[in-house]
């Protein structure tokens, strides 16, 4: 079945500065791939996806890439904000009748004021 | 507010017991998936409903059963509970697998287990 990995599992950045979560997946069949935000006490909340037509995706301080050769893909957090810290998941899915979403361990960002 | 609502939202109970979690999707959505959420083992897909039938099974132990009502609720049965079983359980809605992929996920139901 798909594995997904997820670097770094801790990532503390200054207000202002960018962040960038990496992960990797193993099935080469994957075609949509969501980053999701999870808040102490919260469910997991979608931040953004991209499917395998596509290089890259942005919303305004949120893009991700993603390489189908490589079979990676990331999340670029710009100009980060005191609110933007949470656990961030990765996941992944071959979307073949169901579309069932293999996580990663999750990033637990801390942005520093 | 994703639109997904679960109860309860906290349960305690004790090992041998039986629960269960109730998951309403959002207006229209068709599928609900449920995911278990451990320290140890993040987060794990349980199973899938689509319209009323079971679409997907992941890692979802025999002990644990689920079904999706005609007003497209779902309810994750588990029995008899375990020390390990402790953990957040999430459903998430989806429109349809044929369809938009998104799931939006609900605030889920923290089980403790004494």
């Known amino acids: 079945g798909e594995n997904v990995e997820q670097h770094p599992s801790t990532l503390s950045v200054q207000e202002g500065d960018s962040a960038v979560i990496k992960c990797t997946y193993s099935d080469s069949a994957s075609n949509y791939f969501p980053w999701y935000k999870q808040e102490l006490g919260k469910g997991p909340q979608l931040i953004i996806d991209?499917?395998?037509?596509?290089g890259e995706k942005k919303d305004q301080r949120i893009a991700v890439t993603l390489n189908k050769t490589a079979k990676h893909f990331s999340l670029h957090i710009t100009e980060t904000q005191p609110e933007d810290s949470a656990v961030y998941f990765c996941a992944a899915t071959v979307g073949a009748g169901s579309y069932q979403l293999t996580f990663g361990k999750g990033t637990k960002l801390s942005v520093i004021p | 507010d994703s639109g997904v609502t679960q109860t309860p939202k906290h349960l305690i109970t004790a090992t041998g017991q039986r629960v269960t979690l109730r998951c309403s999707p959002r207006?229209?959505?068709?599928?609900v998936y449920w995911y278990q959420q451990s320290l140890d083992q993040g987060l794990q897909f349980l199973i899938q409903?689509?319209?009323?039938?079971?679409?997907a099974k992941g890692n979802i132990l025999e002990r644990f059963s689920a079904q999706q009502f005609p007003d497209l609720h779902s309810e994750l049965n588990l029995s008899p509970l375990e020390l390990g079983d402790s953990a957040l359980y999430f459903c998430?809605?989806?429109?349809?697998?044929?369809?938009?992929?998104?799931?939006?996920f609900g605030p889920g139901t923290r089980l403790t287990v004494l």
């Open positions: 409903y689509y319209n009323g039938e079971e679409r």
């Open positions: 998430a809605s989806s429109v349809d697998p044929g369809g938009s992929n998104e799931q939006f």
């Open positions: 991209i499917r395998s037509n596509v």
């Open positions: 207006s229209g959505d068709l599928s």
